[in-house]
């Protein structure tokens, strides 16, 4: 069992950056692989990006390649996305999200926050 909160949203200007960070707590942390999600009402979760538990291996959705970066710290139990050059568009409840394998599809993940918010103002 693994318990993931979410914290570092807020309310930022278009252009301003944002770390997110994800603490985890449970068995085994370490060797789960870490998602980020996001969600806008009326809207699908969609994958933003995810991180292997070795740190080996980073996949980004073409939306925020180049502008996030996800990273872990294994032995402090957290998982960060640092956002760069935020977009009105990249506005969701960001979530995130642990699973045993490197998938990027909702359903693959049993392991969810709570979410935290980000606005991003034009």
């Known amino acids: 069992q693994v318990q993931l909160v979410e914290s570092g949203g807020g309310l930022v200007q278009a252009g301003d950056s944002l770390r997110l960070s994800c603490a985890a707590s449970?068995?085994?942390?370490?060797?789960?692989?870490v998602a980020w999600f996001r969600q806008t009402p009326g809207k699908e979760r969609e994958f933003v990006s995810t991180?292997?538990?070795?740190?080996?291996?980073?996949y980004y959705a073409d939306s925020v390649k180049g502008r996030f970066t996800i990273s872990r710290a294994n032995a402090k139990n957290m998982v960060y996305l640092q956002m760069n050059s935020l977009k009105p568009e990249d506005t969701a409840l960001y979530y995130c999200?642990?699973?045993?394998?490197?998938?990027?599809?909702?359903?693959?993940?049993?392991?969810w926050g709570q979410g935290t918010q980000v606005t991003v103002s034009s």
């Open positions: 999200a642990a699973s045993r394998s490197l998938v990027t599809t909702v359903d693959s993940y049993p392991y």
């Open positions: 449970g068995r085994a942390f370490s060797y789960y692989y």
């Open positions: 991180i292997s538990w070795n740190d080996d291996s980073t």
